[in-house]
């Protein structure tokens, strides 16, 4: 196990380590096996959330594991929660009932694999091609594949197939299956392909009702699978029925007694934070459907280390299934989830109103603790829980995606990265006298797909220049982690769109708003942001720069540090003198300069160290057939969905955001479930707390403000004299003038898509579409059948 953890230490700057099972013994997984999960094994899975109380330990179990290996996997992470000082989320996850959060982490989706270690199949291969496998692609946000028999008897109507013959993928959508699960099964396929092949295997896709179109991919298909005798089999229901919320909460206290398990009732719903004793161990039960055990800081060594055991023994006492989700947490870091099962909750040392300010939930910045870089490699801990390998000091190279290719960045602009691009920083640093490599992908946020596809590719060329010693780490803009930030040195500069290039021109944007966040030089970037009163926020720093004058803007909420940080970045930005405003005491040109005063995150609750419970966001969809709510985990504005109906908690407020692709009937069932939310909520909300309804496209701050770097302007459509409706693509492509939908242009019929269908369509966002040559663009039109 030292051994082991050493190594998960080592790799802990990644966003997410495995470790598998082999004999009973642990073994780290190569990062290009991530996602892909042996049905016989059972698997740990460390992550590392960036701030106090961050770590995750999730350990997996599939579904032909063996008793031994599951009870292996348990022992494994009691050592690890004690090794990594007791801190630790745990999370019990079993194939095919996996919990939000861990699926979220693979944003491509799961791969379910037949066999295990003993088959001999253990590890992903990059770049063979003799493969044959058939996957069978269910999911709209968090994708499984479960490989299946290699037949026409496993397909279905209602779902996706992903045909894999190793040079070639071909993906066979059912004729009920809906625009998003095709998207998702697209986004697998090409991970597939970059990750395992090395971007060189090819992608068809086959419409299941239309396979006439699609003649030489059902040629391969009918090759590999032989002549299909009969229709394909009607669609099946998901296995797994929805977890509805259980308002009957039962807290008990469970301990051993003379050898025996005994479970003693404490109290029943609505719980109260002072039912927990620091001295013992408890167990919250939502009736079966989730179990929840508390740890407290002074319970004895013994009582600790067997809580897990103990929860297990409890499901099976209870006659539970064995898919029945198990969180273990201690005192201290409870889990959102947890804490909204009592009726108040207050953590140590938090404060109200005006007073000193830290982190503030979903508007706030991550918990900055100040710490000393040279005690990580005495304490390997504190680098795990600040995701730092070492103090930044190491050699930096930068490149850009240039036409496909790598092309180096200028030393001068090392820090500054453009929401048009894509980058490979390779970072080198010394561990015990021998090179180490981390190699982050940094994606923008208007790169396109084949920049995107590109990157991927580049960074397994560099990584076999190294003989496959980096460390990859996929960076999502925005979503930068904390030694990204620091090998920068407090100049890492984020701006929304345009291009490094050296060759290119940026349009002149006027004034540009940046917001600042850090509190030290191993902490901070700026961002930037819309260049309007709605993007201020209250505890952060801004500089808005002007053709004549830069302002240095203080919110209330920010620390002393924070200013000085944000001076320091302010002179790496502009080198205009600088005229700091505080909040409050703003010129008329500074709100001239933003185009007018307006409202933005200003509330007082953004101001306390903690909310008095994390908000919560949920999903509301009845795009399965049937109505259903599921909760996104560490959220952000990418996960609004255009499609569906979003409900935001923030305790004191539900908000409904209701995208403009939602049907009627979503909109109307959001409104019942919000209030059934309220009144079966196990903490006895109050049936009158305000439910706020937003549409896309006109969020006030109040909501925006629980979002970090909020875009007013992600959905808005490019076309002036455009109404706002989205058509069905299938209206639009391969149409005659004559059989468009009324009021549609033929010539701009890439207007009426929504943003997922023209990226999906066209292989770009708008914004970078309208950068390209005319010729390219009526190229990329004919190739999607919009010309």
């Excluded at 044959?132 to 209602?158: I, P, Q, Y």
């Excluded at 029925?241 to 009957?248: H, L, R, V």
């Excluded at 990580?376 to 801990?381: K, N, Q, V, W, Y």
């Excluded at 540090?561 to 700091?580: H, I, P």
Aim: charged fraction near 25%.
């Amino acid at each position: 196990l030292p051994e082991a953890s050493q190594r998960v230490r080592r790799r802990f700057d990644n966003c997410h380590i495995l470790s598998l099972f082999r004999n009973m013994k642990m073994a780290p997984v190569s990062p290009r096996g991530y996602g892909n999960f042996f049905e016989g094994d059972c698997y740990i899975v460390l992550y590392n959330r960036g701030s106090r109380q961050s770590i995750d330990i999730h350990y997996w179990i599939g579904n032909t594991s063996s008793q031994d290996e599951q009870g292996a996997a348990a022992i494994y992470v009691t050592q690890l929660d004690e090794y990594l000082g007791g801190s630790p989320l745990q999370h019990r996850e079993v194939q095919g009932y996996e919990s939000p959060r861990f699926r979220g982490y693979f944003k491509n989706g799961l791969i379910y694999k037949k066999g295990g270690v003993a088959s001999g199949f253990h590890h992903v291969d990059t770049n063979v091609y003799n493969i044959l496998r058939l996957l069978h692609v269910k999911g709209r946000k968090h994708v499984t594949a479960t490989e299946v028999e290699v037949s026409w008897n496993s397909f279905n109507n209602g779902d996706i197939f992903l045909l894999d013959i190793g040079k070639a993928i071909v993906q066979w959508n059912g004729p009920q299956s809906n625009r998003r699960e095709k998207l998702k099964a697209v986004l697998l396929a090409q991970d597939i392909r970059d990750r395992e092949r090395g971007g060189r295997a090819q992608i068809g896709v086959v419409e299941g009702g239309d396979e006439k179109d699609s003649p030489e991919l059902m040629k391969i298909m009918t090759a590999v699978l032989g002549q299909r005798n009969g229709p394909v089999r009607e669609a099946t229901p998901d296995d797994r029925s929805d977890q509805a919320q259980n308002n009957n909460v039962r807290l008990y206290h469970v301990f051993e007694h003379s050898g025996n398990l005994v479970v003693q009732e404490v109290a029943t719903e609505p719980l109260t934070q002072d039912l927990l004793r620091s001295s013992d161990c408890y167990i919250a039960d939502q009736r079966g459907s989730s179990v929840m055990v508390w740890k407290g800081k002074q319970a004895s060594k013994e009582e600790r280390r067997e809580a897990l055991n103990r929860a297990l023994g409890y499901i099976k006492a209870k006659n539970y299934p064995s898919s029945t989700s198990v969180k273990v947490m201690s005192e201290g870091g409870e889990s959102a989830m947890f804490k909204h099962l009592f009726k108040s909750w207050r953590d140590k040392g938090q404060t109200q109103g005006l007073g000193t300010t830290y982190n503030v939930g979903k508007i706030a910045k991550v918990d900055q603790t100040k710490f000393d870089v040279m005690q990580l490699h005495a304490r390997p801990e504190l680098a795990a829980q600040h995701r730092m390998v070492d103090d930044a000091s190491g050699d930096v190279t930068v490149w850009r995606i240039e036409n496909l290719e790598l092309a180096e960045v200028n030393r001068r602009t090392y820090g500054q990265f453009y929401g048009g691009d894509c980058y490979l920083v390779l970072y080198t640093y010394q561990r015990s006298g021998q090179q180490q490599y981390i190699l982050y992908m940094w994606q923008g946020r208007h790169a396109t797909t084949d920049e995107i596809t590109a990157c991927a590719y580049q960074a397994v060329n560099v990584d076999n220049k190294y003989n496959g010693a980096p460390v990859q780490v996929r960076v999502v803009m925005g979503k930068e982690p904390r030694h990204f930030l620091a090998i920068f040195k407090g100049k890492l500069i984020i701006f929304e769109g345009g291009t490094g290039r050296a060759s290119a021109v940026n349009p002149d944007k006027g004034a540009r708003l940046f917001q600042v966040r850090g509190n030290d030089e191993l902490s901070t970037k700026a961002t930037e942001v819309q260049a309007r009163a709605s993007s201020l926020n209250t505890n952060d720093v801004f500089l808005l720069k002007t053709d004549h004058v830069s302002y240095l803007w203080y919110g209330k909420g920010c620390s002393g540090d924070e200013r000085v940080v944000g001076r320091a970045m302010s002179d790496v930005l502009s080198k205009q003198d600088k005229q700091v405003v505080m909040e409050g005491q703003e010129p008329a040109e500074f709100w001239v300069a933003l185009g007018g005063k307006g409202p933005y995150a200003s509330d007082k609750r953004m101001q306390r160290e903690e909310p008095l419970h994390s908000p919560r966001l949920f999903e509301c969809s009845n795009q399965t057939g049937r109505f259903r709510m599921t909760e996104v985990d560490d959220f952000t504005q990418d996960d609004l969905d255009e499609e569906d109906v979003m409900l935001l908690d923030t305790w004191e407020e539900i908000f409904l955001w209701v995208g403009n692709l939602a049907n009627q009937y979503e909109t109307k069932e959001a409104w019942n479930s919000a209030q059934e939310y309220l009144r079966t909520h196990p903490a006895r909300r109050d049936p009158d707390t305000p439910i706020i309804f937003v549409k896309e496209g006109h969020e006030p701050p109040t909501f925006t403000g629980w979002f970090n770097a909020w875009d007013p302007h992600k959905w808005s459509s490019p076309s002036a004299g455009y109404s706002g409706k989205f058509l069905d693509p299938e209206l639009l492509i391969n149409k005659s003038p004559s059989e468009l939908p009324q009021g549609v242009d033929p010539s701009q019929r890439e207007a009426h898509l929504s943003d997922v269908d023209f990226e999906n369509l066209l292989g770009s966002s708008r914004a970078d579409f309208l950068r390209l040559p005319k010729w390219r663009q009526t190229d990329l039109k004919k190739k999607a059948g919009l010309f």
